[in-house]
């Protein structure tokens, strides 16, 4: 069993911004890909960024050039930088990981939330 908690979440302005994180705890082996995703009332839930094990990549095309997705394996925790924030950004943001015990599953956070106004 795996806990996912995210922080970091608030309310900022035009152009600002926050740093999401997301810890993992529980029984596990080691952790795969870790995501990001976030969903905006009446929106699907979407994929912001991902990154492996190995430190690859990837970005939704909305979010590319502004935010900035990283991992520490030590601390079991994955970070959500987010610069030069728009309205259009506001969402709940959701953690989800891959974890490897004696199979692969993957876990869900319970979301944080993300506000960009003046």
């Known amino acids: 069993q795996v806990q996912l908690v995210e922080s970091g979440g608030g309310l900022v302005q035009p152009g600002g911004s926050l740093r999401l994180s997301c810890a993992a705890s529980?029984?596990?082996?080691?952790?795969?890909?870790m995501s990001w995703y976030r969903q905006a009332p009446g929106k699907q839930r979407d994929l912001v960024a991902s990154?492996?094990?190995?430190?690859?990549?990837n970005y939704g095309d909305s979010v590319k050039g502004r935010f900035t997705i990283s991992r520490d394996n030590a601390k079991n925790t994955v970070y959500l930088q987010m610069n030069s924030l728009k309205p259009e950004d506001t969402a709940v943001y959701y953690c989800?990981?891959?974890?490897?015990?004696?199979?692969?599953?993957?876990?869900w956070g319970q979301g944080t939330q993300v506000t960009v106004s003046s």
């Open positions: 990154i492996t094990n190995r430190g690859t990549t």
């Open positions: 529980g029984s596990f082996a080691s952790i795969n890909t």
């Open positions: 989800n990981g891959e974890f490897l015990w004696l199979r692969i599953e993957n876990y």
